[in-house]
């Protein structure tokens, strides 16, 4: 045997050791940060890379399916949403960048120094939040960890955190306390997203963020969704609102022309954000 032949069967030999010495959280963690970073893993490639049984691998999927960091499906595990599952904040933070991009420059235009705005704990709406920052002074109710964290140290900007039941696949805090102390304020503007949009309603996968969008949506007076275009024809479970609801609808200039007609024969009031290029 050469020595680069040594020393990589001494490499894989460490690395073995070292997974075989991680117990079941450090493994979940490392389940989950893998399927986060591919989008999906195969049991048959966990069970191999892992040096654990096929038992303990379903155990850890479904412990990880569980608490909302995954979708297992046949063979293995993937982080893309379904109709009863919706993605991970670290997945969903991780998609459709431009789209989302531009439709909070889009929604920041109309934004009026000096307004209290909600914001909810989507990822289409994140960087519309860490926008404001730029325009002026406002006062940010919102029930995203992130949010709170990325605005906390703005002079400028007074943040309301809505507290309640932290959701960690969320990196939100949701349920009934949440949804209390959201309609015990009033704000002017409210910048919401949704999973899904599909025949003049829009929807999610999880009743806690439901009950949680609606209160914030029942505090303000005006109400604008923000939904890239791959939202529409898609399905979740629970109706959220329909769109007749909101005062405005933003996406981006990729949704289909049929889809646009739809809302305008619905006499929703639609804004198509424009793409960089």
Do not use: W
């Given at each position: 045997m050469s020595d680069s032949d040594s020393?990589?069967?001494?490499?894989?030999?460490?690395?073995?050791?070292?997974?075989?010495?991680?117990?079941?959280?450090?493994?979940?963690?490392?389940?989950?940060?893998?399927v986060l970073h591919r989008g999906q893993v195969s049991i048959e490639d966990l069970v191999r890379d892992l040096g654990v049984s096929q038992m303990t691998v379903h155990r850890d999927l479904d412990s990880l399916e569980h608490q909302g960091w995954l979708r297992k499906v046949r063979g293995g595990a993937t982080a893309a949403p379904s109709a009863l599952f919706e993605s991970n904040a670290r997945w969903r933070g991780s998609t459709r960048l431009e789209e989302k991009q531009a439709i909070c420059a889009t929604a920041l235009e109309g934004a009026e120094p000096g307004q209290a705005v909600i914001v909810d704990d989507s990822s289409t709406v994140l960087s519309f939040a860490t926008g404001l920052s730029a325009r002026g002074a406002f006062t940010v109710i919102t029930n995203s960890l992130q949010v709170i964290n990325e605005l906390s140290d703005e002079p400028e900007i007074q943040v309301i955190a809505l507290g309640g039941v932290y959701h960690?696949?969320?990196?939100?805090?949701?349920?009934?306390?949440?949804?209390?102390?959201?309609?015990?304020?009033?704000?002017?503007?409210?910048?919401?997203?949704?999973?899904?949009?599909?025949?003049?309603?829009?929807?999610?996968?999880?009743?806690?963020?439901?009950?949680?969008?609606?209160?914030?949506?029942?505090?303000?007076?005006?109400?604008?969704?923000?939904?890239?275009?791959?939202?529409?024809?898609?399905?979740?479970?629970?109706?959220?609102?329909?769109?007749?609801?909101?005062?405005?609808?933003?996406?981006?200039?990729?949704l289909p022309a049929e889809h646009q007609e739809a809302l305008r024969t619905l006499g929703v009031r639609l804004e198509l954000a424009a793409l960089p290029g």
């Open positions: 020393y990589r069967t001494s490499d894989r030999s460490a690395e073995a050791e070292r997974i075989i010495k991680l117990s079941p959280k450090e493994r979940r963690k490392m389940i989950a940060d893998r960690a696949s969320f990196n939100a805090f949701v349920g009934m306390f949440t949804a209390d102390m959201a309609r015990s304020l009033r704000a002017d503007v409210a910048y919401i997203s949704a999973s899904a949009v599909d025949n003049g309603h829009c929807y999610h996968q999880s009743q806690e963020e439901v009950l949680v969008k609606r209160a914030l949506l029942e505090a303000a007076r005006r109400r604008v969704l923000l939904v890239d275009h791959s939202k529409f024809g898609r399905q979740a479970l629970y109706q959220l609102a329909p769109l007749t609801d909101f005062d405005a609808v933003i996406s981006d200039e990729q």
